[in-house]
């Protein structure tokens, strides 16, 4: 799957049983790699690094978990970790 990172950006997350998770706000990369490692669903600038270690933990997902990117991110329902959000 091929797309532009810049596009990624504001899309809506679904699991692949339909709950909403949240809309990219960050992509990480592996720039070593050259590969996209995690989306989160909360901006990561101006926060301590224990409020980025909770978003990390709690409001993003991995890539490797993303099955799909066309309208949506959809992501496999078993791999995602939302912390008390999670019902």
Do not use: C, H, W
């Not at 990117?69 to 999670?86: A, Y």
């Amino acid at each position: 799957m091929t797309i532009k990172v810049s596009k990624i950006y504001g899309m809506d997350i679904y699991t692949d049983g339909g709950k909403f998770l949240g809309r990219v706000q960050e992509v990480l990369l592996d720039l070593e790699k050259g590969e996209v490692i995690r989306l989160t669903m909360e901006p990561l600038n101006s926060v301590s690094k224990e409020e980025a270690k909770r978003i990390l933990r709690d409001r993003s997902v991995l890539y490797k978990s993303v099955k799909s990117i066309e309208d949506v991110v959809v992501v496999s329902k078993g791999s995602v970790s939302l912390g008390s959000d999670e019902g």
